[in-house]
């Protein structure tokens, strides 16, 4: 019989693990969350700017990229994680690859995540305006279905979002026009189509704003 100092310790359940990798997730994601909807004003949100910008990349940078290389799957599976996940994928990525390409890496990632926190209904957890990132990523979508959609969401659950409502239905009339957005097309190295070039020299997305103000 193994003795008391014999014995091999007990090893950690794979169920402790578990909790454990939960509860460091949940840090994160509400990092992410209290940082966008906290620490940033609704002004930030949409100004940009290198000093926003720089302070996302030093904040999360890497975190971001290992969202891109699938790392953070296990945020998708729960409510608490989930809408860290969706602004890491949809809004911090603007900010950290502004200008580039990259800048749109993760948007299939977002749009999916979002539209399975809607489907659960995680989006009502979370109090206007921080709710409406919830739709953006189906409005940053070159999918037309995506931008009715978001257009319907927004007038469903923001009864306030008047703006927000107004943004919506610009983005989807620009995928309207041109089934995609010829804003990104430098980024993306996509060669403007004449129709598309007219539109960026003649006023562009706030030209179609006040049309449809």
Request: net charge neutral.
């Amino acid at each position: 019989m193994q003795t008391l100092q014999q014995r091999r310790p007990i090893p950690r359940t794979s169920v402790s693990q578990a909790c454990e990798k939960l509860v460091r997730d949940r840090v994160l994601a509400q990092s992410v969350v209290d940082f966008w909807t906290q620490e940033l004003t609704p002004d930030d949100w949409y100004a940009g700017g290198d000093a926003l910008d720089d302070m996302c990349v030093q904040r999360f940078g890497s975190l971001l990229q290992d969202l891109h290389e699938g790392r953070l799957e296990d945020w998708l599976a729960d409510p608490k994680t989930i809408f860290g996940y969706i602004l890491l994928a949809d809004q911090l990525s603007r900010n950290i690859h502004r200008g580039s390409g990259r800048a749109f890496e993760t948007d299939a990632k977002a749009r999916a995540a979002a539209k399975k926190a809607i489907g659960h209904g995680w989006d009502l957890r979370i109090e206007p305006p921080a709710r409406q990132f919830f739709y953006l990523p189906l409005e940053h979508s070159e999918c037309l279905e995506d931008q009715d959609r978001a257009v319907r969401l927004i007038l469903e659950r923001l009864p306030d979002g008047a703006s927000t409502l107004l943004h919506a239905r610009a983005h989807r009339e620009i995928i309207r026009r041109f089934g995609r957005f010829p804003t990104r097309n430098v980024a993306l190295g996509r060669r403007s189509f004449e129709e598309e070039q007219q539109f960026l020299e003649t006023g562009g997305y706030g030209r179609v704003l006040r049309e449809l103000q």
